[in-house]
């Protein structure tokens, strides 16, 4: 059973070719055909894509991630954002597990809305096929007019979408081995715990939330300063055992 829930959608679509199996069968051997070739594509392109992820996770340093891609990236990570998007190879579902590594290693919701958007629409190599076929106004007109609907987009699924719901038990068991956990749903976003310990917790999203990889048990500073974090959070939200 939980095999079947975690896979609804692949069996939706099984069942679906079932159908047309019976009912057409000119159609579902069609089918078959365009499923075989995107199929093919995919094992052709996505285990370099993996190989890539895997690398970037192991030899880029979270902090470099989160300077330029992270919630207090500014204008900067929306700009970088943009330009990796936009200088991208592939197809745009190779852009999601390079994605979702980038979500793990603290980069911010709406960049990681302005890669995918900008992946999926506005690459280079697109651009000047455009230009070629309908004329260097019109992709220009496009293109700006596309540009502002992202980042507008950016924004807008920045504040509606949690991303603790997007990293998922990853994350969660991440911060739970560092002995020191939020708890949201008490965190009133005041900014008291950022001030006394600004290394440690950071404030996104009007909730406190913790630098993972910053805590480091031999730094009594550090400690001390989690310490009174905790004893003066008014909503009783920290929970820190060294």
């Not at 260097?136 to 007019?145: A, E, G, S």
């Not at 900014?191 to 939330?209: H, M, R, V, Y």
Request: contains cysteine; glycine residues 4%; proline residues 4%.
């Amino acid at each position: 059973m939980n095999v079947a829930k975690k896979n609804k959608l692949l069996f939706m679509v099984g069942a679906v070719y079932l159908v047309l199996l019976v009912a057409m069968p000119d159609k579902a051997a069609r089918s078959s055909e365009n499923s075989t070739y995107y199929v093919i594509e995919m094992l052709q392109i996505m285990p370099v894509i993996f190989i890539l992820t895997s690398l970037i996770e192991a030899w880029v340093p979270r902090e470099a991630i989160t300077n330029s891609f992270g919630e207090n990236s500014g204008v900067k990570g929306t700009l970088f954002s943009f330009v990796l998007g936009s200088f991208s190879a592939g197809p745009i579902y190779a852009a999601f597990p390079v994605c979702k590594m980038l979500l793990k290693k603290g980069a911010s919701v709406s960049n990681i809305v302005v890669i995918l958007s900008a992946w999926a629409v506005i690459k280079i190599p697109m651009l000047a096929n455009e230009a070629k076929f309908l004329g260097p106004k019109f992709m220009l007109i496009r293109w700006v007019l596309t540009t502002i609907s992202i980042f507008a987009m950016a924004y807008i699924i920045s504040k509606a979408v949690n991303k603790e719901s997007l990293v998922g038990i990853e994350d969660k068991k991440e911060s739970e081995s560092s002995a020191l956990a939020i708890k949201h749903q008490y965190c009133i976003g005041c900014g008291l715990c950022e001030k006394l310990s600004p290394n440690t917790f950071i404030i996104s999203d009007k909730k406190a939330k913790i630098i993972v990889g910053n805590v480091k048990i031999e730094d009594l500073n550090n400690i001390e300063n989690i310490n009174k974090a905790v004893e003066k959070c008014p909503a009783k939200a920290i929970y820190f055992k060294a």
